[in-house]
């Protein structure tokens, strides 16, 4: 006799004291601001409820929370890309055009703009503050760029997954991520980053 062990049953009112706390610096290390993490959590929570009905408990209660909140932090994103278009024709800050900086085959930074080493940024500053530099300097991108650059580099999805999700062509897609790059870079060196 073989014993069948029953799933788990969803309590939605435990949600908020057994995952909110986890959810919520989940949210947070993804969108750099507390009032939109907080939003999440909640839109998260919302959808989970709509949607109890057809959990089949294939995956822990926690898991389907966190499944629920990375789909909304990808439509938060979505949202943020669609207020500002960046088109390809523009030129970059200063008047130099994008070739200027990366090269055409690969993308990757051309030799003289390549950004300087960073290695002592360990010595001069806690890894903390390392942090908390790069989170702002994150979200003083346009929305579009904040938007590809985090779905890329945090949630770390394929750029063909990012121009699906976001509706961008391949060609869009690269100005934005070497624009972004470009202003990153820039606003780190404004805090004494990369400059020997």
Not at 23 to 41: G, K, P, Q, T
């Amino acid at each position: 006799m073989s014993l069948r062990m029953t799933p788990s049953i969803p309590v939605p009112a435990q949600w908020p004291d057994r995952y909110g706390d986890e959810l919520y610096r989940f949210a947070l290390s993804r969108v750099s601001a507390a009032d939109v993490a907080e939003e999440l959590v909640q839109d998260t929570f919302l959808s989970a409820l709509d949607g109890l009905a057809t959990f089949r408990a294939e995956a822990s209660e926690r898991t389907w929370l966190f499944i629920i909140l990375r789909r909304k932090i990808i439509d938060h994103y979505r949202r943020q890309a669609r207020a500002t278009h960046v088109g390809l024709d523009e030129i970059s800050d200063g008047g130099s055009a994008e070739a200027d900086f990366f090269t055409p085959e690969n993308g990757h930074w051309n030799g003289p703009q390549a950004p300087a080493s960073w290695l002592q940024a360990d010595a001069a500053l806690e890894q903390q503050e390392l942090h908390e530099i790069l989170q702002r300097c994150q979200q003083r991108l346009p929305p579009q760029q904040g938007a590809v650059f985090a779905l890329r580099f945090v949630e770390e999805l394929s750029a063909a997954e990012i121009c699906q999700e976001l509706g961008l062509s391949s060609a869009n897609y690269w100005v934005i991520v070497h624009r972004a790059k470009l202003q990153l870079r820039r606003c780190l060196e404004k805090h004494g980053l990369g400059k020997n």
